[in-house]
């Protein structure tokens, strides 16, 4: 890291970003967000709504950001020293966050009656927006009009995720994105700002280092005979685009993959399989890991006997006698001695998907089950993109569609920040 993330704010040779905290129950959850921020050497400057200082006050917002914290348009000291254009020019980024429903249709409306929105018309820098209310108020109309006008506008949005809301039995889209979500949709924006361009981007600080990740990966192959096999049309994408995100944040890997037509990616062990027995003893020879990621499609049935030679056509209908495989993810989730820290799953599904996946994660022992559609209409299977919901013991939180590696970076992301406040805990 090339600047001390303790020196004084605005730094000329530091990103900035000016966080504009709007009122709402998340707004403490920015507490968290400065300080991940200045971990990345980032000096974050804060602005604060009437509202928001609701819920958080604004002294605990300025021992983090270790910097005044503004909350009045009005102040003329502030416009003296700094001035509100001042503010609004002097920061790489803007982060509104939490957004609420008012501060979006302020926005959209081009409404300038606080400091809060004064800067967010008076910036010329790119703006990125975290949306967080409750799930009536995000579907409303309104909201959804003032959003797409917004992004017609350019500006730039990270969640709102879907899951539990802090308001008893309210679940649905509204939860604020998680911080390191937040942070990773910053990110291009400071590496692409001039003065940004020499400071280490958050992936750099590879946060996987030392880990030992395994992942499995593509179809298995389960023979009928010696020419014919039971097989399913997973390309393997999603699962090499995991191994390889967590070797690009330090982890060694070890991918165990069915037959796929991928490379095996550079700087990673990568074991060839056929069959689910096989990947199963690859996986337990792979151990001990700290986390395991099971994005295989594993046949779930295979044949009872394999003749050795070609079955023939004979006229009579041929039966194959299915016997159920093992299934990997349960028997590494349920081991004693050598579980992984940090166990996640796949849940493929073509209707109920986040049912099926809840139920799969208890079913397996799971800590975190990654679910998607796989029906053909959306065309996961063997295609580039995929929309995942992240199921845990807690939450439900469904990403938009974004690109497989995309998906890949971001999940290993938060299994590093994950293990890292889990690690934390247990010590
Ligand atoms: N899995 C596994 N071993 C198996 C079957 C599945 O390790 N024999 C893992 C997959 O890699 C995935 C998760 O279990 O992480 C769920 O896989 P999925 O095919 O969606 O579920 P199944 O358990 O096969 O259940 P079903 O096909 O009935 O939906």
Redesign the pocket.
Known sequence: MLSDPHSPALNVKQNRILLIIGGGIAAYKCLDLVRRLREQGVSVRAVMTRAAAEFVTPLSVGALTSDRVFTDLFDLNDEREIGHICLSREADLVIVAPATADLLAKMAGGHADDLASTILMATDKPVLVAPAMNPRMWLHPATQRNVKQLKNDGIHFVGPNVGEMAERDEAGPGRLAEVPEIIAAAEPHLANSPIARSVTPLRAKRPLTGRHVLV?SGP?HEPIDPVRYIANRSSGKQGHAIAQAAFALGARVTLVTGPVTLPDPEGIKTVHVET?QQ??EAVRRGLPADIA????????WRSATIPRQKIKKTGDRPVIDLV?????????ANLEAERPQHV??????TRDVIA?AKK?LL??G?DW??ANDVSSTTRVLGGDNNTVHVVTPENVESWPQMSKDEVAERLMLRAAEHLRRTTAAAE
């Open positions: 499995t298995t689910a990947m199963l990621v099971f994005a295989a499609a594993v046949a779930d159920e495989n093992p299934d990997i993810l349960a028997t590494v996640i799953g796949f849940a493929a599904e099926y799969k079913a397996k799971a089950i990654i």
